[in-house]
Nanobody, 123 residues
Framework: QLQASGGGLVQAGGSLRLSCVAS????????LGWFRQAPGKEREPVSCISVDDGNTVYAASVKGRFTISSDNAKNTIYLQMDTLESEDTAVYYC??????????????????WGQGTEVTVSS
């Protein structure tokens, strides 16, 4: 189970931190990450982290502005989002799978999803 939180309304240039608490599986055996879906658009990968070694991947559109991290003791990942832009407005979904390709890229197979948390950036 993946429980996401932290979304909200923020002005452009502001920051938000999303959290995702995982349960029901061995945290260190999985790659976790974030996808987002903007209105009228397809769901897209944003960032992922391999919690056993800390390797991270970012979409080009968020690189340098977003930071993904994990707290393995709390079975939680975070997405620190800085310098937010109106284009970041979307529902953000936490995702998990043992296969990094499924969580870090737009793959033919869906990862395990959590419920979404809505992020709205006003310009």
């Amino acid at each position: 189970q993946l429980q996401a939180s932290g979304g909200g309304l923020v002005q452009a240039g502001g920051s938000l931190r999303l959290s995702c608490v995982a349960s029901g599986f061995t945290f260190e055996d999985y790659v976790l990450g974030w996808f987002r879906q903007a209105p009228g658009k397809e769901r897209e990968p944003v960032s992922c982290i391999s919690v056993d070694d800390g390797n991270t991947v970012y979409a080009a559109s968020v690189k340098g502005r977003f930071t993904i991290s994990s707290d393995n003791a709390k079975n939680t990942i975070y997405l620190q989002m800085d310098t937010l832009e109106s284009e970041d407005t979307a529902v953000y979904y936490c995702a998990a799978d043992p296969d990094p390709a499924i969580v870090c890229t737009k793959y033919a197979v869906d990862p395990h999803w959590g419920q979404g948390t809505e992020v709205t950036v006003s310009s």
